[in-house]
């Protein structure tokens, strides 16, 4: 009973610590670190060697919180493995990868091997030895954290294909990370123990990889059962976290099980398992979007948990006596990386604008080469302490200077929606009414508070002179074409004529032959300009017959048309151009997007769609969409041009314009 009792106030005293961390990491944005950064700093803060709010022997009785978060945060990985999306990036991911691996992994052996003679716990060692604590601290060195990569892209709402790229390799990267520690591992004991390589290691070696890879297919077919099951989405999200811990409740039970049954450990990898079963579900289930909003909806507090324990398990008394080798493993490990994403950049076919710094994305290390230094230690406690002193020494810099790194490059390649925002970079929409009125100045203010620039324009220089709350009127002599060019009407996404029919027909005929502009709306009162108006490609307003058309719709169709016309709270309906060329045929059932969004219709080739999910996406689609407002803003993001953040990158490209869907 005391020890339950004991139990209870950690992990409440831990919650609340958690909580705090939260809403004090929010602030280190505005100095241009990000949120899992603050969330290290508190947990270093309030851990045992500050001022020791989360106490040294609190941390081992938490492991199943880092459990539950890794578990979790394997599936977060796992999702953003979504083939049909990443296939246009495959050759950059795939290069960079091997790069990654090859380079790293190779480089650090390398060096490790020949500084080995200056580390005190190495240097009275066999050849044989050194070589294998070689092989275990280059797999660690090629480690990278998917969460911490989520968390940076996630924070920024970053997309693009830098961001594309960087995500696809740490996810692989790390599975493959897994795979080559399995080997290493194995190949470090025979070096250690000295038993002959015979042919039942690698039987034993290859069991455990087939093994895993089988389990991770089985947990991926149990998830598909589970959100197929007509249960809410929260009891849905705690039957998955459940089965995520559950997977390092069995690799314990396997490792006990296999010394008593069969005289040899057998282990399996939770991290690979979890991930393999997160990847079924994207790839092969049918419940991906909500498996998607699952993440979304439980990957926030998985980080707090996660960062926040991880800076308190951080054992700050290592660093005075490491830090001379463990910053200069630091910086061996940054120069590999660097040399190997430059020269997988460029086999990729990436720009060098690229390729200069897509080895920052790569610095961060957290849980998962935390969990392989502590199965080492654990194995080998003749030296395990000293080498897991000098490489948690070496994953607390990483983990320090990875995110900011990160989040600079994602900033650099400009990827950051907020980047944009603060650069005030011209992708706000202009528009310029012609007519000065009441509802002119209503429609003006309306279209301000949804961030368009508008111009009201009138002729009459008395009312152009005063002023109007915030809303710019510009006066004009006449209509012409020189005086069109001098309110810039040529920069107007859309113009409204609100003025007499032949007034409006003048501006309509000019920016026909002369301006371009892709949309115009035009109040006609008599019906005898509506065809003039037609012909010209303008949408048109008739106030006889608009009002009762609204009030049939509202009778009929009450929801649609409230949404239409933006009167329910939060939702909006807007159109979204496809700029992005990564997503040019793909089917929009494919699309990974907010569950709450409907893509109503495509406009191709001045000619309506009714979308469907088998309608394919082309470039220059206009898509009218209905759902929340952060919702639409993350498709916004997604349809954007992510070629512009790549200007050295050629645009190689055939549009099938006889597809229909």
Same mark, same amino acid.
């Given at each position: 009973?005391?020890?339950?009792?004991?139990?209870?106030?950690?992990?409440?005293?831990?919650?609340?610590?958690?909580?705090?961390?939260?809403?004090?990491? =929010?602030?280190?944005?505005?100095?241009?670190?990000?949120?899992?950064?603050?969330?290290?700093?508190?947990?270093?803060?309030?851990?045992?060697?500050?001022?020791?709010?989360?106490?040294?022997? /609190?941390?081992?009785?938490?492991?199943?919180?880092?459990?539950?978060?890794?578990?979790?945060?394997?599936?977060?990985?796992?999702?953003?493995?979504?083939?049909?999306?990443?296939?246009?990036?495959?050759?950059?991911?795939?290069?960079?990868?091997?790069?990654?691996?090859?380079?790293?992994?190779?480089?650090?052996?390398?060096?490790?091997?020949?500084?080995?003679?200056?580390?005190?716990?190495?240097?009275?060692?066999?050849?044989?030895?050194?070589?294998?604590?070689?092989?275990?601290?280059?797999?660690?060195f090629v480690t990278r954290s998917p969460a911490s990569a989520i968390a940076v892209i996630n924070e920024l709402r970053a997309k693009g294909p830098f961001t594309q790229t960087a995500i696809g390799v740490t996810v692989i990267k790390d599975v493959l990370v897994i795979i080559l520690f399995t080997i290493c591992f194995a190949v470090a004991d025979?070096?250690?123990?000295?038993?002959?390589?015979?042919?039942?290691?690698?039987?034993?070696?290859?069991?455990?990889?087939?093994?895993?890879?089988?389990?991770?297919?089985?947990?991926?077919?149990?998830?598909?059962?589970?959100? /197929?099951?007509?249960?809410?989405?929260? !009891?849905?999200?705690?039957?998955?976290?459940?089965?995520?811990?559950?997977i390092y409740f069995l690799a314990s039970l396997v490792h006990n099980k296999s010394l008593l049954w069969f005289g040899f450990d057998i282990y399996i990898e939770p991290l690979l398992i979890c991930i393999l079963g997160s990847f079924v579900v994207v790839n092969f289930g049918n419940s991906r979007r909500e498996f998607t909003r699952i993440i979304?909806?439980?990957?926030?507090?998985?980080?707090?948990?996660?960062?926040?324990?991880?800076?308190?398990?951080?054992?700050?008394?290592?660093?005075?006596?490491?830090?001379?080798?463990?910053?200069?493993?630091?910086?061996?490990?940054?120069?590999?990386?660097?040399?190997?994403?430059?020269?997988?950049?460029?086999?990729?076919?990436?720009?060098?604008?690229?390729?200069?710094?897509?080895?920052?994305?790569?610095?961060?290390?957290?849980?998962?080469?935390?969990?392989?230094?502590?199965?080492?230690?654990?194995?080998?406690?003749?030296?395990?302490?000293?080498?897991?002193?000098?490489?948690?020494?070496?994953?607390?810099?990483?983990?320090?200077?990875?995110?900011?790194?990160?989040?600079?490059?994602?900033?650099?390649?400009?990827?950051?929606?907020?980047?944009?925002?603060?650069?005030?970079?011209?992708?706000? =929409?202009?528009?310029?009414?012609?007519?000065?009125?009441?509802?002119?100045?209503?429609?003006?203010?309306?279209?301000?508070?949804?961030?368009?620039?508008?111009?009201?324009?009138?002729?009459?220089?008395?009312?152009?002179?005063?002023?109007?709350?915030?809303?710019?009127?510009?006066?004009?002599?006449?209509?012409?074409?020189?005086?069109?060019?001098?309110?810039?009407?040529?920069?107007?996404?859309?113009?409204?004529?609100?003025?007499?029919?032949?007034?409006?027909?003048?501006?309509?005929?000019?920016?026909?032959?002369?301006?371009?502009?892709?949309?115009? !709306?035009?109040? !006609?009162?008599?019906?005898?300009?509506?065809?003039?108006?037609?012909?010209?490609?303008?949408?048109?307003?008739?106030?006889?017959?608009?009002?009762?058309?609204?009030?049939?719709?509202?009778?009929?169709?009450?929801? /649609?048309?409230?949404?239409?016309?933006?009167?329910?709270?939060?939702?909006?309906?807007?159109?979204?151009?496809?700029?992005?060329?990564?997503?040019?045929?793909?089917?929009?059932?494919?699309?990974?997007?907010?569950?709450?969004?409907?893509?109503?219709?495509?406009?191709?080739?001045?000619?309506?769609?009714?979308?469907?999910?088998?309608?394919?996406?082309?470039?220059?689609?206009?898509?009218?969409?209905?759902?929340? !407002?952060?919702?639409?803003?993350?498709?916004?993001? =997604?349809?954007? @041009?992510?070629? @512009?953040?790549?200007?050295?990158?050629?645009?190689?490209?055939?549009?099938?314009?006889?597809?229909?869907?």
């Amino acid at each position: 009973m005391n020890e339950s009792l004991e139990m209870v106030m950690i992990l409440a005293g831990f919650i609340i610590v958690s909580v705090a961390a939260s809403r004090i990491a =929010k602030y280190f944005p505005k100095v241009k670190l990000p949120v899992i950064t603050g969330l290290l700093f508190i947990g270093i803060v309030s851990g045992p060697f500050v001022l020791d709010l989360v106490p040294r022997e /609190a941390i081992p009785k938490l492991s199943f919180v880092n459990e539950i978060s890794l578990s979790f945060i394997a599936f977060a990985a796992g999702a953003e493995l979504y083939l049909k999306e990443l296939q246009g990036r495959m050759k950059s991911i795939r290069w960079m990868t091997i790069g990654q691996l090859v380079f790293t992994f190779g480089i650090s052996i390398a060096v490790v091997l020949l500084i080995s003679e200056r580390i005190q716990f190495m240097a009275n060692m066999s050849f044989e030895y050194q070589m294998a604590i070689a092989l275990l601290m280059g797999t660690v060195f090629v480690t990278r954290s998917p969460a911490s990569a989520i968390a940076v892209i996630n924070e920024l709402r970053a997309k693009g294909p830098f961001t594309q790229t960087a995500i696809g390799v740490t996810v692989i990267k790390d599975v493959l990370v897994i795979i080559l520690f399995t080997i290493c591992f194995a190949v470090a004991d025979v070096l250690i123990t000295g038993v002959p390589f015979d042919i039942w290691l690698v039987i034993i070696l290859v069991g455990e990889l087939c093994l895993s890879v089988l389990l991770g297919f089985v947990l991926g077919q149990f998830m598909i059962l589970i959100l /197929a099951l007509k249960i809410t989405t929260h !009891v849905k999200a705690v039957v998955l976290i459940l089965s995520g811990y559950s997977i390092y409740f069995l690799a314990s039970l396997v490792h006990n099980k296999s010394l008593l049954w069969f005289g040899f450990d057998i282990y399996i990898e939770p991290l690979l398992i979890c991930i393999l079963g997160s990847f079924v579900v994207v790839n092969f289930g049918n419940s991906r979007r909500e498996f998607t909003r699952i993440i979304e909806m439980v990957v926030p507090f998985i980080y707090v948990l996660f960062y926040t324990l991880t800076g308190a398990s951080i054992k700050l008394n290592v660093l005075p006596n490491v830090w001379d080798v463990a910053l200069l493993f630091f910086i061996i490990r940054l120069i590999s990386i660097a040399i190997g994403a430059y020269i997988g950049g460029a086999l990729g076919g990436n720009s060098n604008r690229y390729n200069r710094v897509f080895w920052m994305p790569f610095v961060t290390q957290a849980g998962v080469a935390i969990g392989l230094v502590s199965v080492i230690a654990a194995k080998y406690p003749s030296w395990g302490s000293e080498f897991s002193t000098i490489l948690i020494a070496v994953i607390v810099l990483n983990e320090i200077v990875g995110p900011p790194l990160f989040k600079w490059s994602v900033l650099y390649v400009g990827e950051s929606h907020k980047q944009r925002i603060l650069q005030h970079e011209n992708k706000v =929409k202009n528009a310029i009414i012609f007519g000065l009125e009441g509802q002119s100045l209503a429609l003006a203010r309306q279209l301000i508070d949804h961030e368009w620039n508008v111009k009201l324009v009138t002729r009459d220089k008395v009312k152009a002179s005063r002023e109007y709350k915030g809303v710019q009127v510009v006066h004009i002599n006449d209509i012409s074409l020189e005086e069109l060019n001098e309110i810039k009407a040529q920069k107007a996404d859309a113009l409204v004529l609100l003025n007499e029919d032949e007034d409006n027909l003048k501006v309509c005929e000019l920016a026909y032959e002369h301006l371009g502009t892709r949309d115009i !709306v035009v109040r !006609v009162q008599e019906r005898s300009y509506v065809r003039k108006f037609h012909e010209l490609g303008a949408l048109i307003v008739e106030p006889s017959t608009v009002m009762v058309s609204l009030l049939d719709h509202l009778v009929r169709s009450p929801l /649609a048309t409230s949404l239409l016309l933006g009167m329910e709270e939060n939702q909006d309906t807007i159109d979204l151009e496809m700029q992005n060329l990564e997503l040019h045929d793909v089917a929009i059932r494919d699309l990974q997007i907010p569950t709450d969004l409907i893509i109503m219709a495509t406009k191709r080739n001045q000619s309506t769609l009714i979308s469907t999910g088998f309608t394919r996406l082309r470039l220059g689609d206009v898509l009218t969409v209905v759902g929340s !407002v952060e919702s639409i803003e993350k498709l916004r993001l =997604k349809m954007s @041009n992510s070629n @512009n953040a790549d200007p050295g990158k050629p645009i190689s490209f055939k549009r099938n314009l006889s597809d229909s869907e």
